[in-house]
């Protein structure tokens, strides 16, 4: 049978379907494509996210360590300095708990884990710090900086390198 052969009513019909199909199939293509588009960027969102809560934890641990140093630098150490330092705790703590809601991969808990770590000894050397201020000990305390605070500069600033970024990188 060829196609000459097939009556007009039959031809139209033949081309109206597959019109249809080449609508559905595009149709159909270009949803697949705005969900994969919404996806990368509800990914690159999350992404954004966990990096500027890293950011601001680091940013937050950054001014605890100026407050104790310029307390240190002044020898004075009052009640707003512990209140400013008890405010970027505070603040960096909160980064950390919903860093810790937002990072689901095993890597991710991994580096997080390791910015703790770089923190956490970081608050043990400034305690210590505002341990020998308060106790008037301001020459022995200018001494423990460069030993202690910026030996762990050197692996604070390396760790933030290293686990600042969280989630797969494309």
Request: charge should be positive.
């Amino acid at each position: 049978m060829k196609f000459a052969d097939i009556k007009i009513k039959k031809k139209m019909m033949f081309f109206t379907g597959a019109g249809v199909l080449q609508l559905f199939c595009l149709v159909s293509v270009a949803l697949w494509t705005v969900r994969m588009f919404q996806q990368g960027l509800d990914a690159a969102v999350m992404e954004g996210r966990r990096e500027a809560l890293a950011l601001n934890a680091s940013a937050q641990a950054d001014g605890i360590g100026v407050t104790v140093a310029n307390a240190m630098l002044a020898r004075q150490f009052n009640d707003g300095t512990r209140e400013r330092i008890q405010a970027f705790r505070k603040q960096y703590l909160a980064s950390f708990e919903e860093l810790a809601s937002l990072s689901n991969s095993d890597e991710d808990k991994q580096k997080r884990t390791a910015i703790e770590k770089t923190v956490r000894q970081w608050r043990e050397a400034d305690n210590a710090l505002i341990q020998m201020m308060q106790a008037g000990n301001y020459a022995q305390g200018l001494t423990f900086i460069p030993r202690k605070l910026l030996h762990g500069w050197t692996s604070y600033g390396s760790n933030w390198t290293t686990t600042g970024t969280f989630g797969p990188r494309n």
